[in-house]
């Protein structure tokens, strides 16, 4: 009888866990520790501010923030019309030779990138600003092309071709190998490439916010297609299909699917991170729930969502927004070409983000501009989400530790309960890689203390967690497992990082909860 009980009240902790966090929960039963040794130790630290035991005190906010960055994987394939291996090291030499930019110069502002098309640099406060429509440049297949080199034999015959001022140009790489020196230019009068001000048109429909001319908005190669219809009837099928098959030595297993929202190709991660924040923090706060409208002789699906006036750009009252399961689709690769679901098998992601170009554009049209969300604030629109206040904190005015106990005391268990993202500045040093990048925004996740270090642990909204090997970070942990962070069981691994709490307040610019 007792054995009886106690299955019942497990089953009930299971259900209430699983209307929690909205998703199914692992059948198999979870390890417990009973004894003390899971609890966080204190860390002896140098104090360089007295410990007062309080959050520090919200800043202010900063003045018309212009964080994001274009996901170069997703914009990428949508160029070529091809899935990449993005967890391949491969990917990184097919991204910066469709985006015709060095893989290490792709992730600062500083080297102009075209991932902040539409952006420019204010290199003294190192924030970003918005380029004005008529200082961007739409390049033509003849802009691109390049000089014949084939009859350069000495240095001076680089001048023949148009390369001046050879003695003062400057030298990215230079080494000696085998009595020869090999040097790599900076050669851009010889021809050009994307920039983030000079871009192809399927970049400026892709990434800018820019329409040439007043032309009516349409991704290149994509069509906006009805996901309940397509998705719901011929992917699930398939995926149901597999997982129902899918047996280990006679034993049927079970996959772990997460609908965890992943950036697209447009530059809104300040967008992408705070929706995801907002999930994490909280699930219920997100409806993921369709109704059925009449539609004439077809019932049609669609998604309330409201969103809350907080003032500023990026804006509008506040307001239930209805939205049909029309998202543009690429149509090489029956793929949505922005914010989608980290396994594939959700799609409110891409309706939330939908919803929301619908809501600060005032427009009542089903198919919104979606790179009006080109870059915003994180840390307003986690409030626009989810209704409540937000609040900032320069990461330069506060010490590590305090911002470490910011965050501290908005979680438990180590996982956040308030929605909390940062952001980095716009160029620094050590913005050379896929997973710490410039002007971006990240989803805040909780804090890991791993033997005596401490770490603050982030989600890059890209869904992509550099391979190693590629670049190297001070004070970088690329890989959380449960049995280093409790939590990961709750979400997918990609894009999942952690940042020793020093090495965050150097490369963060601000940090922000909405509570």
């Not at 110069?105 to 290199?123: C, I, N, P, R, T």
């Not at 140009?169 to 983030?196: D, P, S």
């Not at 809350?308 to 690769?333: A, L």
């Not at 870059?375 to 320069?394: H, L, S, T």
Request: net charge negative.
């Amino acid at each position: 009888m007792g054995d009886l009980r106690n299955m019942d009240r497990d089953t009930n902790v299971a259900a209430l866990l699983e209307a929690l966090l909205g998703r199914k929960l692992d059948s198999q039963p979870l390890a417990v520790q009973s004894s003390g040794d899971d609890y966080d130790h204190l860390v002896d630290v140098e104090r360089d501010r007295e410990f007062s035991g309080k959050e520090p005190r919200p800043d202010g906010a900063p003045k018309n923030p212009c964080i994001g960055t274009a996901n170069p994987y997703a914009l990428v394939e949508a160029l070529i019309g091809r899935q990449l291996d993005r967890h391949s090291i491969a990917a990184a030499e097919i991204v910066q030779s469709v985006l015709q930019t060095d893989y290490d110069e792709l992730f600062d502002m500083k080297h102009g990138s075209v991932l902040y098309a539409g952006m420019k640099l204010d290199e003294k406060e190192r924030r970003a600003e918005m380029f004005d429509e008529k200082d961007m440049e739409i390049l033509q297949e003849r802009d691109l092309i390049t000089p014949n080199l084939s009859g350069v034999r000495r240095l001076d015959d680089l001048e023949k071709v148009g390369f001046k001022d050879l003695k003062d140009t400057r030298v990215k790489a230079a080494r000696m190998q085998n009595g020869k020196l090999r040097l790599v230019l900076e050669a851009r009068t010889l021809g050009r490439t994307v920039t983030n001000r000079e871009v192809t048109m399927s970049i400026n429909e892709l990434i800018t916010p820019f329409r040439q001319g007043n032309r009516h908005w349409m991704p290149p190669n994509a069509s906006w297609r009805d996901m309940y219809d397509y998705f719901f009837q011929q992917v699930n099928k398939h995926l149901v299909s597999n997982i129902a098959g899918f047996h280990i030595n006679g034993r049927r297993e079970t996959v772990d699917r997460f609908d965890d929202p992943v950036q697209g190709c447009s530059s809104n991660s300040w967008f992408v991170a705070a929706l995801f924040s907002v999930y994490w923090a909280d699930p219920c706060l997100i409806n993921r729930a369709t109704r059925l409208h009449p539609k004439g002789s077809h019932d049609r699906c669609f998604l309330s969502v409201r969103f809350h006036d907080k003032g500023g750009r990026q804006n509008n009252k506040t307001e239930t927004i209805d939205v049909n399961y029309e998202i543009p689709i690429n149509n090489s690769v029956n793929e949505p070409l922005f914010c989608r679901s980290s396994d594939g098998a959700e799609i409110w992601p891409a309706l939330y983000e939908k919803a929301f170009a619908k809501w600060i554009s005032g427009n009542k049209s089903e198919h919104p501009d979606i790179t009006q969300l080109h870059c915003g604030d994180p840390v307003k629109a986690m409030a626009q989400i989810n209704g409540r206040d937000p609040q900032y904190f320069e990461c330069d005015k506060h010490s590590a530790q305090e911002l470490l106990g910011l965050i501290r005391s908005n979680c438990v268990n180590n996982k956040t309960i308030n929605a909390m993202t940062a952001f980095t500045y716009a160029t620094g040093n050590q913005y050379n890689g896929a997973n710490i990048v410039a002007n971006h925004a990240y989803s805040v996740l909780g804090y890991a203390v791993i033997g005596h270090r401490q770490y603050v642990v982030l989600r890059n909204p890209w869904g992509v967690t550099e391979p190693e090997g590629i670049t190297s970070y001070h004070g970088f942990l690329g890989k959380l497992d449960p049995q280093i962070w409790h939590p990961a069981n709750l979400l997918d691994h990609g894009g999942l990082f952690a940042l020793e709490e020093q090495d965050f307040k150097q490369l963060f610019a601000y940090i922000g909860v909405a509570k």
